[in-house]
Nanobody, 126 residues
Framework: HVQLVESGGGSVTAGGSLRLSCATS????????MAWFRQAPGKEREGVAA????????YYAKSVQGRFTISRDNARNTLYLQMNNLKPEDTAMYYC????????????????????WGQGTQVTVS
């Protein structure tokens, strides 16, 4: 039974930083591609960043490139998102997602690519 549990959200002022974590269980972590998505009220869920199973490939939305860093620690079964220089437009519920296939077929930022989702952690930037 695959489970993803996010943590690390909170409220910060613009320019601040947060680090989100996603604890995973129920599968061999390094077999799965993983990603962070976010959803603001009234908006569609959008891809923020993604990382391959071995961590060799990473992808970012243009809006966060240079400010956010995705990483994973397969020994700890944990996915991370380091968010620096946060802006009010980064305010959203952040979700981690995973799928067990090598690479991506529909695109790293396509919600339909992913089989498993966490419950989300709220990030508010004022």
């Amino acid at each position: 039974h695959v489970q993803l549990v996010e943590s690390g959200g909170g409220s910060v002022t613009a320019g601040g930083s947060l680090r989100l974590s996603c604890a995973t269980s129920g599968y061999a972590d390094n077999d799965y591609c993983m990603a962070w998505f976010r959803q603001a009220p009234g908006k569609e869920r959008e891809g923020v960043a993604a990382i391959a199973g071995d961590g060799a490939a990473t992808y970012y939305a243009k809006s966060v490139q240079g400010r956010f860093t995705i990483s994973r620690d397969n020994a700890r079964n944990t996915l991370y998102l380091q968010m620096n220089n946060l802006k009010p437009e980064d305010t959203a519920m952040y979700y981690c997602a995973a799928h067990p296939r090598p690479g991506w077929q529909m695109g790293w930022n396509d919600v339909n690519e992913y089989d498993y989702w966490g419950q989300g952690t709220q990030v508010t930037v004022s």
